[in-house]
């Protein structure tokens, strides 16, 4: 980065992470049947996939209206998984091999764009998750995915789970930046709307194959987002980069 | 990095950063010469970066103690220099002046072999910081540095400034690692000690010049840490990296 550059860099793009930069849903059906196949257990693992993100939402909803004390993501996963294992008959796993199942989230691919458009982005923004994932989730993933992140933040360093407002003013705080000087990159327009309503700029990312070929939401922006774009690429496009 | 490298990631080594990882010295006065150029301030500026951090641990042990509530290092530093100005009857600097002097710490330059060697490390080892520094002042540092930490953790994510206790464990926590598996690699024997106590295997990093040219402190390890290294391309040698 030559020093022009580096001091062109006056604010942040802080991204959702599930959907947004990597693929979960094949990602968890690719580990469930290498796991199927090595246990024997005939399921339809990306529908198994889909019934795990379903318990998603409830799960924080616990957390986030105080039923449940503050847990991280990982938690929340696990006791999901067991409910999930326990309604289709799974009682074969040692404690390892449903805790390494339930890591399947820290394995996740980023979408065939994700990569090559971050190392775009980074040479002009800071990079920072904004994510319900827990650090050491991000931190893997990102390992593993080579994904350039500036900072891993989000839900465990705030203390709140998306949509809260906290999770999303903390974030900004700890960048030193006011919320006008971070874009929140999403392919959920109600994370977007969230994050609008507290300053936060907004770029929509489609990912119309996130939820599998049937997607029905969050096909097409839904608010006056700063920027909507086809894929990661087109964002560095659209912002210079 | 092949796949095979990457499934030998199985631990973390966590850093100091003023001093072990950048320059801290040396970086201050050279923003102080610059701005006692700009504002015609004669001052000795090598010597009023050793003013400031004289008054770094001192001003951090009020927090510690509970006798003022958290603070950010940001807003630490900005406390001292407030009073080291007054004490050099410097008066002629407005807000925005001060505060870009301030964040002269989040300027700070590399030590020659750090970015070369955290290449290097971080092909085998997740990468942390755990610093007293707050997460801007870390994040801007590694941007403009290019230093390539996997997760910027410390005193702000923890809540606690070093050595207490808290400082060390919540960031092996947040990493998702035992206290075993992570390594604290420090220029500083004291830091060194609280992260052993606490179960962290330790490396210390010689940094003779850290406190200039008259340094007395910190020339040797003082304890049986796990590795003693020259400089961070000497560890990433000894760590077989």
Sequence with gaps: MSA???????????????GTVVDWRSGIARDGAELGRAK????????????????????MERVRSGEIAWCMLDD??????DILLARHGVDGLTEDETDHFNRAWHRLD?????VAGLDR?????????LSNGNVSLLVNMAKRARLPWDAVLGAETAGAYKPQPRAYLRSAEMLGLAPERCMMVAAHNGDLAAAAALGFKTAFVRRPHEYGPGQTTD??????????????LDLAAQLGC
Tied chains: 1, 2.
């Design 219 to 232: 096909l097409e922006p839904d608010g006056a987002w700063d920027f909507t774009a086809e894929d990661f």
């Design 4 to 18: 022009a550059a580096r001091h062109s860099i006056d604010g942040a793009l802080t991204f959702d992470v599930f």
């Design 76 to 81: 929340l996963h696990r006791m999901n998984l």
């Design 121 to 129: 982005l980074s040479e002009k923004f800071i990079l920072a998750t």
């Design 110 to 114: 980023a979408w065939p764009d994700a």
């Design 40 to 59: 024997g257990i005939d399921l339809d693992w990306f529908a198994f996939a889909d019934e795990w993100r379903a318990l998603y939402q409830p799960a």
